[in-house]
């Protein structure tokens, strides 16, 4: 155990992400050495900080606070705190299956836990946090919470209602992260598209990105997590006109089917997608669209699924990505469906339209063979740099691998051709700077 030391680990989202980059600035200010996601866990203190969407991530964060005990036990560590999703949801069931976790702390309280320690809390301002992506990107958390009543979602039953943060506290923040030298902002919100109904009873989002553009030292904004319900069209003009608003939209969809689009409670229908989609591509040409759709939500009959597999064979999305229900308690789903769909059939269903993704990434990819984008270095790996067009997010979206022909430095831009594919990842040469 190492003295004076602090481990957070952080698992889910990148709005996760944010809270323990805020964390982690307040525990250096207080005179802690801070680790982020170590590959050795040994600090006086050890903070996990959880995601609860799906069972999954509630499976994977119960394993990892076990095993922390286990370490607890053992003198490897000192305290430990559990903070985040996971406690805003079951924080009694944490409290009586966990005995060995100090404290257990929510998404909107963990900063009591400084407190707790006896220690100082440096203000309130979302700008002070500690990077712990690459120093050229910087994940802009511009709300919290989600209005939305989609059937199988429990995010709203953790994060509470939905809440913009003011414009200008976002503007401040963009300022202070590209003093810092961050290039690239990623927006990022449960539901981008209801930004500032909430404070200024209209929906603001083409103005704050339009905002953010305007900043000096901003290469590009990525846009996270829009719905496409009440999308507002105007960020479609932004996005044609200004060259630093990357054309690129996550915006997720679920389904197609007009059937389980309501049972869902998606508020939109199938006609309604496609033409929403058409308008997008017609008004921002070469636009790539990320889409997540889910299988095996109570109801869906084959014919659904099918309707789903032609739908994404028809739109050939640029990038996507999808899941497997999950049967959430206090969702609407766990109120009034039957979780009917065997959890075999939901990851067939899965496997199948992912192999049906892949074989168009590929079809997509082999398309760029020869072609030259502008990308972003994130890092040197021992056979390549790693870099990202602008139609890429980090992490999950395909990377390019450039060849080590020039030197490069990370939060680079360069020109890089295209030279061969595979289905996720692309390999090509740097021709030159940006």
């Not at 903070?47 to 499976?59: D, L, Y």
């Not at 301002?125 to 712990?132: E, G, K, Q, Y």
């Not at 899941?323 to 939901?346: L, M, N, Q």
């Amino acid at each position: 155990m190492r003295k004076n030391k602090v481990d957070i680990i952080t698992l889910g989202c990148s709005k996760n992400l944010v809270d323990s980059e805020q964390l982690m600035y307040q525990f250096r200010k207080n005179g802690y050495t801070v680790a982020h996601d170590p590959e050795k866990v040994n600090g006086e203190i050890v903070i996990v900080n959880t995601c609860a969407f799906i069972g999954e991530a509630q499976e994977e964060a119960i394993n990892l606070i076990v095993g922390m005990e286990e370490a607890k036990k053992k003198g490897r560590i000192g305290q430990l705190y559990v903070m985040g999703c996971l406690p805003e949801r079951f924080m009694e069931d944490l409290q009586r299956e966990l005995p060995l976790v100090d404290r257990f702390y929510g998404k909107f309280n963990w900063n009591e836990l400084l407190g707790d320690l006896g220690k100082s809390y440096y203000g309130a301002s979302a700008t002070d946090r500690i990077l712990t992506t690459p120093g050229h990107y910087a994940w802009l958390k511009i709300s919290e919470g989600c209005d939305r009543t989609c059937s199988y979602c429990s995010i709203p039953l953790i994060t509470g209602k939905y809440r913009s943060r003011p414009m200008e506290e976002i503007l401040l923040e963009a300022r202070s992260l590209t003093d810092k030298g961050v290039r690239e902002l990623q927006l990022i919100a449960q539901d981008l598209t209801c930004y500032g109904l909430d404070l200024y009873k209209k929906t603001v989002l083409p103005e704050l990105v339009e905002r953010l553009s305007e900043l000096p030292g901003v290469d590009w904004i990525r846009l996270h997590y829009g719905y496409p319900a009440g999308f507002p069209l105007d960020l479609l003009r932004v996005m044609r006109e200004r060259e630093n608003v990357c054309r690129y939209l996550d915006i997720a969809l679920q389904h197609i089917s007009d059937h389980m689009l309501h049972r869902m409670r998606r508020n939109i229908t199938k006609q309604d997608t496609f033409r929403l989609i058409e308008q997008i591509r017609r008004e921002v040409p070469d636009i790539h669209l990320r889409t997540t759709l889910m299988v095996g939500h109570p109801g869906e009959t084959e014919r659904d699924f099918e309707e789903l597999v032609q739908f994404v064979k028809d739109i050939r999305f640029e990038r996507m990505g999808a899941f497997a229900y999950s049967h959430e308690t206090g969702t609407y789903a766990w109120e009034h469906y039957r979780d009917d769909i065997p959890d075999g059939v939901k990851h067939e269903r899965l496997d199948c339209l992912m192999r049906v993704q892949e074989g168009i990434a590929l079809e997509w990819n082999e398309a760029q063979r020869g072609k030259t984008f502008k990308t972003i270095v994130d890092r040197e790996e021992e056979d390549y740099y790693i870099g990202r067009t602008e139609f890429d997010s980090p992490e999950i979206d395909p990377e390019i691998l450039i060849s080590k022909d020039r030197e490069l430095t990370p939060g680079q831009f360069c020109h890089v051709r295209i030279e061969a594919v595979q289905a996720f990842e692309l390999y090509g040469k740097a021709i030159k700077l940006a």
